[in-house]
Protein backbone atom coordinates (compact mmCIF):
# COMPACT_ATOMS: atom_id res chain seq x y z
CA UNK A 1 0.00 0.00 0.00
CA UNK A 2 1.06 3.46 -0.92
CA UNK A 3 0.29 6.11 1.53
CA UNK A 4 -0.09 9.72 1.01
CA UNK A 5 0.12 12.64 3.82
CA UNK A 6 -2.57 12.71 4.90
CA UNK A 7 -3.51 9.04 5.96
CA UNK A 8 -0.12 9.37 7.29
CA UNK A 9 -1.06 12.22 10.00
CA UNK A 10 -4.41 10.28 10.56
CA UNK A 11 -3.17 6.85 11.59
CA UNK A 12 0.22 8.05 13.17
CA UNK A 13 1.74 10.44 15.63
CA UNK A 14 5.39 11.65 15.40
CA UNK A 15 6.91 11.30 18.96
CA UNK A 16 10.86 12.20 18.80
CA UNK A 17 13.90 11.88 16.87
CA UNK A 18 15.63 9.18 17.03
CA UNK A 19 18.53 10.41 14.67
CA UNK A 20 19.77 12.39 11.74
CA UNK A 21 22.03 10.98 9.33
CA UNK A 22 23.48 11.94 5.38
CA UNK A 23 19.56 10.97 4.04
CA UNK A 24 17.59 13.12 6.48
CA UNK A 25 15.83 12.12 9.86
CA UNK A 26 14.31 9.05 11.97
CA UNK A 27 11.47 9.25 13.95
CA UNK A 28 9.55 7.95 16.56
CA UNK A 29 6.04 7.28 15.41
CA UNK A 30 3.05 5.68 17.17
CA UNK A 31 -0.02 4.40 15.51
CA UNK A 32 -2.96 6.50 17.12
CA UNK A 33 -5.05 3.49 17.59
CA UNK A 34 -2.90 1.07 18.69
CA UNK A 35 -0.07 2.88 20.29
CA UNK A 36 2.39 0.41 18.39
CA UNK A 37 5.76 2.21 18.23
CA UNK A 38 7.41 2.46 14.74
CA UNK A 39 10.48 4.70 13.04
CA UNK A 40 9.72 6.66 9.99
CA UNK A 41 13.12 7.57 8.23
CA UNK A 42 12.50 11.07 5.86
CA UNK A 43 14.25 11.43 2.79
CA UNK A 44 15.11 15.28 2.84
CA UNK A 45 17.32 16.00 -0.08
CA UNK A 46 15.98 19.62 -1.56
CA UNK A 47 15.87 17.86 -5.01
CA UNK A 48 12.57 15.66 -5.05
CA UNK A 49 13.77 13.61 -7.52
CA UNK A 50 17.00 12.21 -5.83
CA UNK A 51 15.07 11.80 -2.76
CA UNK A 52 12.86 9.92 -4.19
CA UNK A 53 15.79 7.66 -5.61
CA UNK A 54 17.52 7.41 -2.24
CA UNK A 55 13.94 6.40 -0.73
CA UNK A 56 12.94 3.97 -3.48
CA UNK A 57 17.21 1.92 -3.57
CA UNK A 58 16.78 2.24 0.25
CA UNK A 59 13.36 0.32 0.46
CA UNK A 60 14.18 -2.32 -2.23
CA UNK A 61 17.04 -3.63 -0.15
CA UNK A 62 14.71 -3.31 3.08
CA UNK A 63 12.56 -5.26 0.79
CA UNK A 64 14.86 -8.17 -0.14
CA UNK A 65 16.26 -8.21 3.27
CA UNK A 66 12.43 -8.87 4.49
CA UNK A 67 13.32 -8.52 8.06
CA UNK A 68 16.22 -11.40 8.44
CA UNK A 69 19.04 -10.69 10.49
CA UNK A 70 17.95 -8.01 12.54
CA UNK A 71 17.46 -5.69 9.42
CA UNK A 72 14.38 -3.81 10.42
CA UNK A 73 11.16 -5.28 8.67
CA UNK A 74 9.66 -2.28 6.18
CA UNK A 75 5.78 -1.65 6.44
CA UNK A 76 5.12 1.04 4.27
CA UNK A 77 6.27 4.05 1.97
CA UNK A 78 4.49 7.80 1.99
CA UNK A 79 5.00 10.63 0.28
CA UNK A 80 5.09 13.51 3.49
CA UNK A 81 3.71 17.19 2.17
CA UNK A 82 6.20 18.42 3.89
CA UNK A 83 9.96 17.62 6.34
CA UNK A 84 7.88 17.54 10.14
CA UNK A 85 8.86 20.31 11.93
CA UNK A 86 8.38 20.79 16.10
CA UNK A 87 6.01 23.23 16.66
CA UNK A 88 5.70 26.02 19.96
CA UNK A 89 4.45 22.79 22.32
CA UNK A 90 7.19 20.88 20.62
CA UNK A 91 5.04 19.05 18.93
CA UNK A 92 5.54 17.60 15.51
CA UNK A 93 3.70 18.91 12.67
CA UNK A 94 3.64 18.30 8.77
CA UNK A 95 2.78 21.64 7.00
CA UNK A 96 0.95 21.00 4.11
CA UNK A 97 3.20 23.91 2.26
CA UNK A 98 5.65 21.53 1.10
CA UNK A 99 8.35 20.54 -0.33
CA UNK A 100 7.78 16.92 -0.01
CA UNK A 101 9.61 14.57 1.32
CA UNK A 102 9.69 10.39 0.47
CA UNK A 103 9.56 8.13 3.82
CA UNK A 104 9.16 5.06 5.09
CA UNK A 105 7.93 3.19 7.60
CA UNK A 106 9.86 0.39 8.99
CA UNK A 107 10.88 -1.35 12.86
CA UNK A 108 11.58 0.78 15.48
CA UNK A 109 14.65 -0.59 17.29
CA UNK A 110 14.67 -0.05 20.56
CA UNK A 111 17.95 1.05 22.24
CA UNK A 112 20.72 3.39 21.79
CA UNK A 113 23.17 4.07 18.93
CA UNK A 114 26.85 3.08 19.97
CA UNK A 115 28.39 6.86 19.15
CA UNK A 116 25.64 7.92 22.02
CA UNK A 117 26.12 4.90 24.35
CA UNK A 118 29.83 4.35 24.76
CA UNK A 119 29.67 8.24 25.61
CA UNK A 120 28.34 7.60 28.79
CA UNK A 121 29.42 3.48 28.41
CA UNK A 122 33.56 3.62 27.66
CA UNK A 123 33.20 -0.32 26.81
CA UNK A 124 35.14 -3.13 28.56
CA UNK A 125 37.50 -5.36 26.44
CA UNK A 126 34.99 -8.15 27.36
CA UNK A 127 32.03 -6.06 26.01
CA UNK A 128 33.78 -5.24 23.12
CA UNK A 129 34.22 -8.55 22.05
CA UNK A 130 30.71 -9.56 22.39
CA UNK A 131 29.16 -6.72 20.20
CA UNK A 132 32.23 -7.71 17.64
CA UNK A 133 30.97 -11.10 18.03
CA UNK A 134 27.08 -9.93 17.74
CA UNK A 135 28.08 -7.95 14.51
CA UNK A 136 30.05 -10.86 12.69
CA UNK A 137 26.89 -12.48 13.17
CA UNK A 138 24.74 -10.41 11.90
CA UNK A 139 27.12 -9.62 8.97
CA UNK A 140 27.35 -13.63 8.63
CA UNK A 141 23.57 -13.76 7.85
CA UNK A 142 23.28 -10.67 5.78
CA UNK A 143 26.53 -11.89 3.49
CA UNK A 144 24.93 -15.28 3.61
CA UNK A 145 21.08 -13.95 2.00
CA UNK A 146 23.52 -11.77 -0.32
CA UNK A 147 23.53 -8.17 1.07
CA UNK A 148 27.19 -6.49 1.70
CA UNK A 149 26.08 -3.95 4.39
CA UNK A 150 29.04 -1.27 3.07
CA UNK A 151 27.80 1.17 5.71
CA UNK A 152 28.85 -0.83 9.80
CA UNK A 153 29.56 2.11 11.49
CA UNK A 154 28.45 3.67 14.71
CA UNK A 155 25.80 5.18 14.27
CA UNK A 156 24.28 2.80 12.15
CA UNK A 157 24.00 0.46 15.07
CA UNK A 158 21.81 0.04 17.99
CA UNK A 159 22.12 -1.53 21.39
CA UNK A 160 19.34 -2.61 23.87
CA UNK A 161 19.75 -2.31 27.75
CA UNK A 162 20.37 -6.26 27.45
CA UNK A 163 23.08 -5.46 25.56
CA UNK A 164 21.86 -7.12 22.45
CA UNK A 165 23.34 -5.04 18.82
CA UNK A 166 21.18 -4.88 15.48
CA UNK A 167 22.36 -3.26 12.74
CA UNK A 168 20.05 -0.16 10.69
CA UNK A 169 20.71 1.94 7.14
CA UNK A 170 21.19 -0.31 4.28
CA UNK A 171 20.73 2.74 2.32
CA UNK A 172 24.04 2.26 0.55
CA UNK A 173 23.96 -1.51 1.08
CA UNK A 174 24.16 -4.08 -2.26
CA UNK A 175 22.90 -7.39 -3.20
CA UNK A 176 25.95 -9.94 -4.84
CA UNK A 177 25.18 -13.69 -6.48
CA UNK A 178 20.92 -13.20 -6.43
CA UNK A 179 20.05 -12.54 -9.96
CA UNK A 180 16.76 -11.87 -8.97
CA UNK A 181 17.17 -9.05 -7.08
CA UNK A 182 17.01 -5.43 -8.50
CA UNK A 183 19.49 -4.71 -10.66
CA UNK A 184 19.06 -0.91 -8.92
CA UNK A 185 20.43 -2.64 -5.69
CA UNK A 186 23.16 -5.31 -7.19
CA UNK A 187 26.57 -4.50 -6.10
CA UNK A 188 28.79 -2.57 -9.07
CA UNK A 189 32.54 -3.07 -9.38
CA UNK A 190 34.78 0.03 -8.39
CA UNK A 191 32.31 1.76 -5.98
CA UNK A 192 34.09 4.03 -3.41
CA UNK A 193 31.26 4.31 -1.24
CA UNK A 194 30.73 5.01 2.63
CA UNK A 195 32.53 6.41 5.73
CA UNK A 196 35.79 7.52 5.07
CA UNK A 197 37.01 5.89 8.75
CA UNK A 198 35.21 2.52 7.78
CA UNK A 199 36.75 2.38 4.19
CA UNK A 200 39.43 -0.58 4.10
CA UNK A 201 42.61 -0.02 2.56
CA UNK A 202 41.62 -1.33 -1.27
CA UNK A 203 38.77 1.27 -1.28
CA UNK A 204 41.20 4.49 -0.06
CA UNK A 205 44.10 3.04 -2.09
CA UNK A 206 42.46 1.73 -5.24
CA UNK A 207 38.61 2.70 -5.12
CA UNK A 208 38.06 -0.73 -5.48
CA UNK A 209 38.84 -1.11 -8.63
CA UNK A 210 40.17 -4.18 -10.09
CA UNK A 211 38.69 -6.19 -7.19
CA UNK A 212 35.64 -8.52 -7.77
CA UNK A 213 31.77 -7.33 -5.91
CA UNK A 214 32.42 -9.92 -3.44
CA UNK A 215 35.28 -7.96 -1.52
CA UNK A 216 32.48 -5.53 -0.39
CA UNK A 217 31.70 -8.36 1.73
CA UNK A 218 35.54 -8.61 3.01
CA UNK A 219 35.14 -4.31 3.57
CA UNK A 220 32.25 -5.38 6.03
CA UNK A 221 34.64 -7.21 7.82
CA UNK A 222 37.17 -4.32 7.95
CA UNK A 223 34.46 -2.12 9.22
CA UNK A 224 34.01 -4.20 12.20
CA UNK A 225 37.53 -4.18 12.77
CA UNK A 226 37.34 -0.65 12.96
CA UNK A 227 34.69 -0.30 15.07
CA UNK A 228 36.25 -2.34 17.46
CA UNK A 229 39.41 -0.33 17.54
CA UNK A 230 36.97 2.65 17.76
CA UNK A 231 34.91 1.75 20.83
CA UNK A 232 38.57 0.35 22.73
CA UNK A 233 40.43 3.32 22.04
CA UNK A 234 37.88 6.15 21.34
CA UNK A 235 40.22 7.09 17.99
CA UNK A 236 39.70 6.20 14.66
CA UNK A 237 41.76 3.24 13.68
CA UNK A 238 42.24 5.53 10.16
CA UNK A 239 42.95 9.06 9.73
CA UNK A 240 43.83 9.69 6.46
CA UNK A 241 45.12 7.55 3.77
CA UNK A 242 48.59 8.23 4.89
CA UNK A 243 47.97 5.23 7.52
CA UNK A 244 48.86 2.64 4.99
CA UNK A 245 52.10 3.54 4.02
CA UNK A 246 55.19 3.49 7.03
CA UNK A 247 55.95 7.37 8.48
CA UNK A 248 59.47 7.28 7.65
CA UNK A 249 60.30 5.02 4.93
CA UNK A 250 63.96 6.09 5.05
CA UNK A 251 64.62 4.69 8.50
CA UNK A 252 65.77 0.87 8.98
CA UNK A 253 63.87 -1.30 9.76
CA UNK A 254 60.78 -0.05 8.25
CA UNK A 255 58.34 0.96 10.84
CA UNK A 256 54.37 -0.27 10.99
CA UNK A 257 52.27 1.65 9.17
CA UNK A 258 50.09 3.96 11.19
CA UNK A 259 47.08 1.75 11.35
CA UNK A 260 49.18 -1.24 12.27
CA UNK A 261 51.04 0.38 15.29
CA UNK A 262 48.01 1.82 16.70
CA UNK A 263 46.28 -1.87 16.67
CA UNK A 264 49.48 -2.57 18.22
CA UNK A 265 49.45 -0.13 21.09
CA UNK A 266 45.73 -1.66 22.20
CA UNK A 267 46.90 -2.62 25.88
CA UNK A 268 43.83 -5.89 25.21
CA UNK A 269 44.52 -9.86 25.58
CA UNK A 270 46.92 -11.01 22.87
CA UNK A 271 44.05 -13.36 21.43
CA UNK A 272 41.60 -10.20 20.67
CA UNK A 273 44.42 -7.93 19.31
CA UNK A 274 45.56 -11.10 17.11
CA UNK A 275 41.64 -11.73 15.37
CA UNK A 276 41.49 -8.06 15.02
CA UNK A 277 44.75 -8.04 12.91
CA UNK A 278 43.27 -10.66 10.89
CA UNK A 279 39.80 -8.54 10.18
CA UNK A 280 42.42 -5.56 9.48
CA UNK A 281 44.33 -7.43 7.14
CA UNK A 282 45.70 -5.39 4.50
CA UNK A 283 44.54 -8.07 1.84
CA UNK A 284 41.01 -8.26 1.63
CA UNK A 285 41.43 -11.73 0.39
CA UNK A 286 43.23 -12.77 3.40
CA UNK A 287 40.63 -11.52 6.16
CA UNK A 288 38.11 -14.17 7.48
CA UNK A 289 34.75 -14.37 6.47
CA UNK A 290 31.97 -13.35 8.71
CA UNK A 291 31.30 -16.74 9.69
CA UNK A 292 35.04 -17.33 10.62
CA UNK A 293 35.07 -14.06 12.42
CA UNK A 294 32.29 -15.29 14.36
CA UNK A 295 33.78 -18.72 15.15
CA UNK A 296 37.12 -17.35 15.85
CA UNK A 297 35.48 -14.67 18.39
CA UNK A 298 33.54 -17.43 20.07
CA UNK A 299 36.86 -19.78 20.78
CA UNK A 300 38.33 -16.24 22.54
CA UNK A 301 34.72 -16.05 24.49
CA UNK A 302 35.22 -19.72 25.94
CA UNK A 303 39.20 -18.96 26.41
CA UNK A 304 38.34 -15.40 28.30
CA UNK A 305 35.87 -17.23 30.56
CA UNK A 306 38.65 -19.93 31.73
CA UNK A 307 40.72 -17.51 32.43
CA UNK A 308 38.71 -15.73 34.64
N1 LIG B 1 14.55 1.44 12.67
C1 LIG B 1 15.14 2.26 13.54
N2 LIG B 1 14.81 2.23 14.86
C2 LIG B 1 15.40 3.07 15.74
N3 LIG B 1 16.33 3.98 15.42
C3 LIG B 1 16.70 4.07 14.11
C4 LIG B 1 16.13 3.21 13.12
N4 LIG B 1 16.69 3.52 11.93
C5 LIG B 1 17.57 4.52 12.17
N5 LIG B 1 17.58 4.86 13.47
C6 LIG B 1 18.40 5.94 14.10
O1 LIG B 1 18.38 7.07 13.25
C7 LIG B 1 19.70 7.40 12.80
C8 LIG B 1 19.67 7.84 11.35
O2 LIG B 1 19.12 6.79 10.56
P1 LIG B 1 19.87 6.19 9.31
O3 LIG B 1 19.00 5.16 8.69
O4 LIG B 1 21.23 5.76 9.72
O5 LIG B 1 19.96 7.48 8.38
P2 LIG B 1 21.06 7.88 7.29
O6 LIG B 1 20.88 6.92 6.15
O7 LIG B 1 20.66 9.27 6.92
O8 LIG B 1 22.39 7.74 7.95
C9 LIG B 1 20.54 6.15 13.05
O9 LIG B 1 21.85 6.51 13.30
C10 LIG B 1 19.87 5.52 14.26
O10 LIG B 1 20.36 6.10 15.44
MG1 LIG C 1 23.11 6.06 9.01
Known amino acids: MKGVWKDFAK ?26 KYALKVYTDDNLKIAKSERLREATLLQEANGRCGIPLMYDTFMLASNPQRNSKRQFRISKRGPPCPALL ?26 TTQLSRSLACLHAIGIAHRDVKLPNIIIDPQGNIRLVDVGISCTIGNPESSP ?30 ETYFAAD ?17 IQSAFDFFPAYPYKTPLPLPAYKQRLDNLEISAEFKSVLRRMLHKDPAKRPTAIEAVEQLERLHGSIKTQT
Open 184 to 213: LVQCKNAELIGSFDILPPEALLDGMVGYPV
Open 106 to 131: MDYVEGQDLSEWRRDNPPTEAQVIDI
Open 11 to 36: TYKIQEVLGFGGYGGVYLVRDRKTGD
Open 221 to 237: IWAIGTIAYDLLASDFL
